[in-house]
């Protein structure tokens, strides 16, 4: 799944630092992990929709 940065924090495990606006893959996991230790850092990008064109 895709997240949003909105705050900026270092990764304890990768190491990486993330910055506001940054957009990054991560598990459910993860995601759930980083929102229960840092929560208001990150939100869950949800997938666009794509229209599908009748013919």
Known sequence: MKIRILKRFNDIHTKAQYYPGDV???????????N????????????KRTKKTAK
Do not use: H, M, Q
Request: aromatic share 8%; proline share 9%; no cysteine.
């Open 24 to 34: 990054i893959d991560v598990t459910e996991e993860r995601f759930a992990e980083i």
């Open 36 to 47: 229960r230790n840092l929560p208001g850092f990150v939100e869950a990008i949800k997938p």
